[in-house]
């Protein structure tokens, strides 16, 4: 079991629409927890990075919150346009650990229709 | 805009054939990775490195090899492709003391 699953796989909203995607993990301790934003083909794209003790982070359209109690996180995107259509990767840190140690999750693929 | 680059972005090559996947940064960063990731499946770290002649192997087990002679530079290489090498390749790196990582536009391989 992936100790980072995210919801749903996969995702068709109108644009114009919002969204949240899903992100729960089993990482712990934990030292900050990302959202990354990859196109098509493309290398990832860093949206929102977050230390254990924040909430909330946003930028732009995103705004990424984060209950460490629960071990639960969402993205949240507002007011959808096309070109937001891409997989958004949750990622966790553990405590203590490089880059080298990230733990992804499969990511939640989301189609923007216009 | 993250000034790392990797070519080339796609390659079909046959079985057995020897290929390097190159990835360049110019932000000075010391520490570089490589990614593999197969379509709808997660990041899997092949290899790392913290700075010059360093390398170590990531948590997946890979066939290919890398190295480090200049900061800037991070290839990787397959000796012999085979068509289980069929994936993308993504490298990225990172300042030291910073949270922050930057990934290139990945490199799809498909060896028939």
């Known amino acids: 079991k992936n100790q980072v699953e995210q919801s749903p796989q996969s995702l068709i909203i109108l644009e114009g629409k919002n969204c949240t995607l899903q992100?729960?993990?089993?990482?712990?301790?934990?030292?900050?927890l990302r959202w990354y934003k990859q196109d098509t083909g493309r290398g990832p794209v860093s949206l929102t990075i977050m230390t254990f003790s924040e909430n909330t982070k946003s930028n732009g359209r995103y705004t990424a919150t984060l209950d460490a109690d629960t071990k639960q996180s969402s993205l949240h995107i507002t007011a959808s346009q096309l070109s937001d259509s891409a997989s958004y990767i949750c990622?966790?840190?553990?405590?203590?650990?490089?880059?080298?140690?990230?733990?992804f999750g499969t990511g939640t693929r989301l189609l923007v229709s216009p | 805009e993250a000034d790392i680059y990797q070519t080339p972005r796609y390659l079909v090559i046959g079985t057995g054939k020897k290929i390097t996947l190159e990835c360049s940064q110019t932000?000075?960063?010391?520490?570089m990775y490589w990614y593999q990731q197969d379509p709808g499946m997660e990041l899997h770290l092949i290899h790392y490195s913290y700075g010059v002649n360093s390398t170590e192997k990531g948590d997946l087990s890979s066939e290919s090899t890398v190295s480090r002679i200049r900061t800037e530079h991070f290839p990787l290489t397959l000796e012999s492709a085979r068509p289980s090498h069929t994936s993308q390749y993504l490298c990225a790196s990172s300042a030291t003391g910073s949270t922050e990582a930057f990934f290139g536009q990945g490199t799809r391989l498909t060896v028939v």
């Open positions: 990622v966790v840190s553990p405590m203590n650990t490089g880059f080298q140690k990230l733990v």
């Open positions: 992100c729960n993990y089993t990482v712990s301790p934990f030292s900050n």
């Open positions: 932000m000075g960063h010391d520490k």
